[in-house]
């Protein structure tokens, strides 16, 4: 029993970690904070539980079972994770053999839900009216409670052992203060644009705009680029707001459109959030940053911040009518 209670624990808390990780990547505003803190928590209800299931795996082992290759890759995916899952948190190691460590955890973390599925497939753990015991409920509350204990602590030497400078957002992502360190940052495999900035022109809603229109907008705003990889930025970023482009009555939901095909769908009534920009910090973008204009998406994560603007369009389907990710 006891055993059974630790696996369904270990099933429960996994598939909670993976809900709560990929929704961390939709949070942009503080009130989503609570998202990324249960993704630690849950994930430190697995570190947790580990020497309980040590003893059934040591148990296992003996018994010469088919699957054992296959528990032993879970383990060590599960440890690959975890260990990534630190390195993001204390922000020291940014990249190993040309990957960020966001892309080796959500990697690794693909690999154990992969594995995970199968393990369970070849091992269920059939669930009975028994688990939802009042004792079994009162384990679960303690696991939690040890684990948001462990999260507290562990952020409390953080704070204290992190490096100044290196602020951590609610995301968890560090900052990079200097507006010419930002790095040119692509979601999968768009490769960095080189657009003339004199002949390069943005349809907007049918008409057709030069940069240097944009330019003249005059509309500052100081906003967040926070990419998914871990990292921020806050910057002044320079040119047109599209609330001076398009009425808010003009459909139900804005497509913004790269050259190079990626795109985003925003609600209408944002349009006051959203800003065409040209400069960064008082100077032309770059073109690795989207020059010679790219979109500033207002408490949006860095995937919205649409890169080498080509068109924007107006249409009457709803905002959520599009992948929650790009796909590109
Ligand atoms: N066209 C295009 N725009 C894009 C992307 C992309 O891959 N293609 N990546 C997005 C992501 S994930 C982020 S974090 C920001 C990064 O901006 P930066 O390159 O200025 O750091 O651009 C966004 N805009
Ligand atoms: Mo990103």
Same mark, same amino acid.
């Given at each position: 029993?006891?055993?059974?209670?630790?696996?369904?624990? =270990?099933?429960?808390?996994?598939? +909670? @970690?993976? &809900?709560? /990780?990929?929704?961390?990547?939709?949070? #942009?505003?503080?009130?989503? $904070?609570?998202?990324?803190?249960?993704?630690?928590?849950?994930?430190?209800?697995?570190?947790?539980?580990?020497?309980?299931?040590?003893?059934?795996?040591?148990?296992?082992?003996?018994?010469?079972?088919?699957?054992?290759?296959?528990?032993?890759?879970?383990?060590?995916?599960?440890?690959?994770?975890?260990?990534?899952?630190?390195?993001?948190?204390?922000?020291?190691?940014?990249?190993?053999?040309?990957?960020?460590?966001?892309?080796?955890?959500?990697?690794?973390?693909?690999?154990?839900?992969?594995?995970?599925?199968?393990?369970?497939?070849?091992?269920?753990?059939?669930?009975?009216?028994?688990?939802?015991?009042?004792?079994?409920? =009162?384990?679960?509350?303690?696991? +939690? @409670?040890? &684990?948001? /204990?462990?999260?507290?602590?562990?952020? #409390?030497?953080?704070?204290? $052992?992190?490096?100044?400078?290196?602020?951590?957002?609610?995301?968890?992502?560090?900052?990079?203060?200097?507006?010419?360190?930002?790095?040119?940052?692509?979601?999968?495999?768009?490769?960095?644009?080189?657009?003339?900035?004199?002949?390069?022109?943005?349809?907007?809603?049918?008409?057709?705009?030069?940069?240097?229109?944009?330019?003249?907008?005059?509309?500052?705003?100081?906003?967040?680029?926070?990419?998914?990889?871990?990292?921020?930025?806050?910057?002044?970023?320079?040119?047109?707001?599209?609330?001076?482009?398009?009425?808010?009555?003009?459909?139900?939901?804005?497509?913004?459109?790269?050259?190079?095909?990626?795109?985003?769908?925003?609600?209408?009534?944002?349009?006051?959030?959203?800003?065409?920009?040209?400069?960064?910090?008082?100077?032309?973008?770059?073109?690795?940053?989207?020059?010679?204009?790219?979109?500033?998406?207002?408490?949006?994560?860095?995937?919205?911040?649409?890169?080498?603007?080509?068109?924007?369009?107006?249409?009457?389907?709803?905002?959520?009518?599009?992948?929650?990710?790009?796909?590109?």
């Amino acid at each position: 029993m006891a055993g059974r209670r630790t696996n369904l624990a =270990l099933l429960w808390a996994s598939v +909670l @970690a993976l &809900a709560t /990780g990929a929704a961390a990547f939709l949070v #942009g505003t503080p009130s989503g $904070a609570w998202v990324v803190v249960a993704h630690g928590v849950v994930s430190l209800a697995i570190v947790v539980l580990s020497p309980w299931k040590t003893v059934i795996v040591g148990r296992g082992l003996t018994r010469r079972r088919t699957g054992r290759w296959l528990s032993m890759g879970l383990t060590a995916a599960i440890l690959l994770v975890l260990a990534t899952g630190v390195l993001l948190v204390t922000g020291q190691v940014e990249e190993v053999g040309g990957l960020t460590m966001m892309q080796l955890h959500v990697g690794f973390g693909l690999l154990v839900v992969s594995l995970t599925l199968a393990h369970t497939l070849q091992r269920p753990v059939p669930h009975r009216a028994a688990d939802l015991s009042r004792r079994n409920v =009162l384990h679960a509350g303690g696991l +939690l @409670a040890a &684990a948001a /204990g462990l999260w507290v602590l562990i952020e #409390g030497i953080l704070d204290v $052992a992190l490096v100044p400078g290196r602020e951590r957002r609610f995301t968890g992502s560090h900052e990079i203060i200097d507006a010419a360190l930002v790095p040119a940052t692509q979601w999968i495999n768009d490769s960095v644009q080189h657009l003339d900035h004199d002949s390069h022109e943005i349809d907007i809603l049918g008409t057709v705009h030069t940069v240097a229109e944009i330019e003249a907008g005059g509309d500052t705003v100081e906003a967040t680029l926070d990419c998914t990889g871990g990292w921020f930025t806050t910057q002044d970023w320079s040119g047109t707001r599209l609330d001076r482009l398009i009425r808010p009555d003009a459909g139900m939901s804005v497509v913004v459109r790269s050259v190079t095909g990626y795109w985003r769908r925003f609600p209408i009534d944002q349009v006051d959030r959203l800003l065409l920009a040209t400069h960064i910090a008082g100077r032309p973008l770059p073109d690795g940053n989207g020059g010679p204009v790219r979109l500033v998406a207002t408490d949006r994560r860095g995937y919205w911040w649409v890169k080498w603007v080509s068109a924007i369009e107006v249409d009457e389907r709803p905002p959520w009518w599009q992948p929650p990710l790009p796909t590109a």
